[in-house]
């Protein structure tokens, strides 16, 4: 039975834009959207920027959205520490939108006995940072960082990303982070209690089976793939789980908002 969707989170890397171009449909489905009155987050596991970073991005491929309608893995990161430790404090490796995050929400940011170390997105990681990190962790810091990725898309090639970075003070540490970004449906749910929505009647629209789908089905919406990124329609019999539908792209949901 198909469920009726009142509220929708979408990824937007490969779904809404593509190296800074909108994609086909994309500003149509957020026109809808806000015109319908719709609940809805736009989501993404990149850390390093703002809400206000990112909405300029979209505004300038011309996809029109308000700042609060965008949901990031640093926002969700936060979300997650003050629910565990109010006031509490962290050492963070990564940009703006991650230490803007951390600083809205009441934690003091120091190198000094911190309660977490927390990984982010950054383009300049530093042995530094990196070794001052792997000590406070072996000092008994709590080790988190805002999503799985070990690469991302730069205009030259694939950098290293959050994941890979983790995995090299796990090896000096032996201690595995919890990852708060996709594919853990924490951020989902984070994003959910944000809009208000409910998981019955909320829909995914992603382009990663591996992140976006499995993520979806366990927290349990309705998941749309779209083909304009990463997965490929041959790729997703590789997978043990399936979307609930498979589109060309985001211009096929314009219809149903």
Not at 94 to 114: C, F, H, Q
């Amino acid at each position: 039975m198909t469920r009726t969707i009142q509220s929708w989170l979408t990824d937007m890397d490969g779904v809404l834009v593509h190296e800074g171009d909108a994609l086909p449909g994309a500003a149509d489905f957020v026109r809808a959207l806000r015109d319908a009155g719709r609940p809805f987050l736009i989501l993404t596991n990149n850390s390093m920027f703002t809400p206000g970073d990112l909405q300029a991005r979209l505004a300038a491929a011309g996809i029109d959205v308000p700042t609060e309608a965008i949901w990031t893995s640093a926002l969700a990161t936060a979300q997650f520490l003050l629910d565990q430790l109010p006031e509490g404090s962290a050492y963070v490796i990564g940009e703006d939108g991650m230490t803007g995050a951390l600083r809205d929400v009441g934690y003091t940011l120091t190198d000094t006995d911190p309660d977490y170390v927390v990984l982010g997105e950054t383009r300049t990681y530093s042995f530094d940072a990196i070794t001052r990190a792997i000590r406070l962790i072996k000092g008994g810091a709590r080790f988190i960082a805002t999503n799985p990725d070990v690469t991302g898309p730069s205009a030259e090639g694939d950098l290293p990303a959050t994941g890979a970075v983790a995995a090299m003070i796990t090896a000096a540490t032996g201690r595995k982070p919890y990852f708060v970004g996709k594919p853990n449906p924490m951020m989902f749910r984070s994003a959910l209690n944000r809009i208000d929505a409910h998981s019955e009647t909320t829909a995914m629209i992603g382009d990663r089976m591996d992140t976006d789908v499995v993520a979806g089905i366990e927290a349990g919406l309705q998941t749309f793939l779209v083909l304009t990124g990463s997965t490929r329609r041959e790729d997703i019999a590789k997978f043990p789980f399936r979307p609930s539908h498979v589109l060309d792209s985001i211009a096929d949901l314009v219809a149903r908002v």
